[in-house]
């Protein structure tokens, strides 16, 4: 897939009850790991979590789409994640590298057919309590990851005077409005 | 250029003294705003530095790749970025959204034959008063673009036992060492 098309690529929220093969999985971190990070440094590491009952317990620790509740909440057993990814890093660094290397991994997913959610809202108390990550590391975000079962959402463009509420249309659609380059950008 | 390919990029730090075209720019943003963002609320702007007294103020209020100086210090007028890509972003807010944009844009940088160095060791106090943002809006990120001047960096894989410093070989080519994907994952 080319990169014009990479750019299309937008969230997912509903998924096939499809487990998604360990080696799509580490195309997904193979992407991350590769990312742009500070120095070199390489703080983050990554968990996946795929047995059902530990995914069920993530999944209900979490929350999807705020704008158009209930609407896009997913429904375990029918259209939730299977998988998640979760990013950890160390407590109070390397946030941007995190957002770098989700970024990366969502191309990464696009470009192998798969769906993919970014999530920052759970309940992180909870999740780091279920995951135990190694000393020191705290799970930052969680990627759900399966193949898509809704129809990919539509871009629209907008001006700075445009309102960036993602809605559903009358075919149950998601719209995701973006402001445009001339909007965002200044010269100098 | 496919993904597989883009994965390939690295960091670039001598430029050719060669403009880019704003089309080619506009390019890097259009990457940047559709990258993912926390709820869609699109909270970064951007601003490209371009008039070379500017760019070379800027300049000189950079850093770049501390563990191979003063061989990888570009020199303005001769191996120096021309333009950069101010993220502009609320204080505290969006640092995650920042680095999926900083990493969205690089992909775009390469896959049009441009370099890029991800910069965030910048007096930040100077450059703010330099570019004069927006109220609310401070410089949180800068992305040296341009044609690249050295030979693209080598990737190289390591385990968790491994150095990730990054460093120059007889032939003053990068290489960098990236922790497998075997080394930074556990499944569950």
């Known amino acids: 897939m080319d990169f014009a098309e990479l750019l299309k690529r937008r969230t997912i929220r509903f998924f096939r009850q ?10 997904l971190i193979d992407a991350a790991r ?11 590491r990554y968990m996946v979590i795929r047995t059902p ?3 069920e317990k993530i999944f209900y620790n979490t929350a999807y789409a705020a704008k158009v509740q209930p ?20 407590e109070g660094k390397a946030e941007a590298d995190a957002g770098a290397a989700v970024q990366s991994m969502e191309f990464a997913a696009y470009n192998s057919g ?9 309940n992180r108390g909870a999740v780091q309590e279920l995951l135990t990550p190694p000393a020191g590391l705290q799970v930052r975000y969680l990627l759900a990851v399966g193949y898509p079962a809704e129809a990919h959402p539509v871009q629209e463009d907008i001006g700075l005077d445009g309102d960036p509420a993602y809605y559903l249309d009358e075919q149950d659609r998601l719209h995701v409005p973006k402001y445009t380059v001339e909007a965002l950008t200044s010269w100098r």
């Open 114 to 122: 798969l769906g993919s959610c970014w999530i920052g809202s759970f």
């Open 53 to 55: 009952e530990l995914a």
């Open 71 to 90: 609407r896009r909440n997913p429904v375990w057993g029918v259209t939730a994640p299977q998988t998640f990814i979760a990013v950890l890093a160390p």
């Open 34 to 44: 590769v990312a742009s990070c500070g120095a070199n440094a390489q703080l983050l």
């Open 18 to 27: 499809e487990a998604v093969p360990e080696a799509e999985l580490c195309k």
